[in-house]
């Protein structure tokens, strides 16, 4: 596979490439860095607010339901024991934080990584910054067809004229972010990864410093 990235001009047509980083791209792809990432994201995500009643949150219950012996019936001392049907949950779920975080170094290499597999997979593509100013939703529909993206499509449009996020809002499976700001699991979750190359430049900056 050659080690270069082709840039597209909003036609679908080859204008340019970028040489890129040897020790970057076309090497094996560190899926265990990637899954360690992306785990961390979605956990972080989760809210933890499933919250259920132990039995000395269950209200009644205070009154021994029936006497110790003579019943037939196995003893009782409370119509909130989990036992009973109402009663209290035995080691149900609380609230709690699910945040963690791994090394910086992790995360930075698992960027990388993403990229990587982006790459090799065909599904990287950078095209010329879109300095045109976009009123609407199917001016960009049209960039995106003759660009061939198909499927759920990231955007890292640094450089480009801001009038594209609106006009592409109701564009579906298609998100647009900072480059400053995507990671891994952003990447990962995207079918396409569609960059400029003032984008291209800044994850590089971010992965190499």
Request: positive net charge; contains cysteine.
């Amino acid at each position: 596979m050659s080690n270069t990235l082709a840039i597209l001009n909003k036609q679908g047509k080859q204008t340019d490439k970028i040489n890129l980083p040897e020790g970057v791209f076309g090497k094996r792809v560190n899926t265990d860095v990637i899954h360690q990432a992306v785990v961390m994201y979605q956990a972080c995500q989760r809210q933890g607010t499933a919250s259920t009643k132990e039995r000395a949150d269950v209200s009644g219950g205070g009154a021994k339901p029936y006497r110790q012996k003579g019943t037939g019936r196995a003893r009782a001392g409370s119509s909130r024991s989990p036992l009973w049907h109402g009663g209290g949950v035995t080691f149900g779920p609380h609230p709690r934080n699910f945040n963690y975080t791994i090394p910086k170094k992790v995360k930075k290499a698992a960027l990388r990584e993403s990229l990587n597999a982006k790459f090799q997979s065909e599904d990287l593509l950078c095209v010329d910054e879109l300095k045109d100013k976009f009123s609407k939703t199917k001016e960009v529909a049209k960039i995106l067809t003759a660009l061939k993206l198909k499927g759920k499509t990231l955007a890292l449009l640094d450089g480009c004229d801001d009038s594209i996020r609106l006009a592409s809002r109701n564009i579906p499976r298609f998100s647009i972010m900072r480059s400053e700001d995507v990671n891994a699991y952003d990447i990962m979750r995207n079918r396409k990864v569609l960059l400029t190359k003032k984008a291209f430049d800044n994850l590089i900056k971010r992965i190499e410093k």
